[in-house]
């Protein structure tokens, strides 16, 4: 995969954004309790920009393998938007950006559109998984992999929903059966977590 200083520039300042989001809103809850912000916000850096890096990066680099142009590029108002809305009202909202993709010399069939959508969700099942054995080991490293287990689990699931832009629709018009095994894999996931 090869990045433009400008695409990972725009990763790391979302991936920032979206672990001070989620350590704001986390910092109250029982499971920080006596927990200093920097510590939170390390955790959800961690949890949660893993979750969101891995998953634009597989969008990119399956696109890549279909010989498509792909680089993310953040959405500097869903940034913003979704800052005020967690500082000012304690929701979250995290809508940071999204791998562009263009094929150079052909249009993406249907079935490379689904495979692209599909490895989003695919990695933040693996990642999941990743995380679940950190469980295991109690303590700071147990509190990340249950952040990260759940982070990743309703992330996939988000993301299948099968409405546009969001990566669902592309997958169930390509294989309605795929779809249904990775929506139902994810879902039992995080009722397993």
């Not at 725009?10 to 704001?24: D, P, R, T, Y």
């Not at 969101?52 to 993310?72: I, M, N, R, S």
């Amino acid at each position: 995969m090869n990045f433009s200083q400008q695409e990972v520039k725009e990763l790391a300042i979302s991936a920032l954004v979206i672990g001070f989001i989620f350590a704001w809103i986390m910092r109250g809850g029982h499971i920080f309790r006596g927990t200093n912000f920097f510590m939170i916000f390390l955790i959800m850096l961690i949890a949660v920009g893993a979750a969101f890096v891995f998953h634009e990066l597989a969008h990119k680099a399956v696109a890549q393998k279909f010989g498509c142009w792909a680089e993310y590029r953040m959405w500097e108002t869903g940034l913003i938007m979704a800052f005020f809305l967690a500082v000012v009202f304690g929701f979250i909202f995290a809508a940071p950006g999204a791998v562009y993709i263009q094929s150079r010399f052909i249009p993406i069939t249907r079935r490379e559109n689904g495979i692209i959508s599909l490895a989003g969700p695919a990695t933040n099942l693996a990642l999941a998984m990743v995380f679940l054995l950190l469980t295991f080991l109690g303590g700071p490293l147990g509190i990340l992999g249950r952040i990260g287990f759940i982070v990743n689990t309703w992330l996939a699931l988000f993301n299948l929903i099968p409405f546009p832009p969001l990566d669902g629709s592309k997958v169930i018009a390509w294989d309605k059966k795929i779809w249904g095994a990775a929506t139902l894999t994810a879902f039992l996931l995080m009722m397993a977590g």
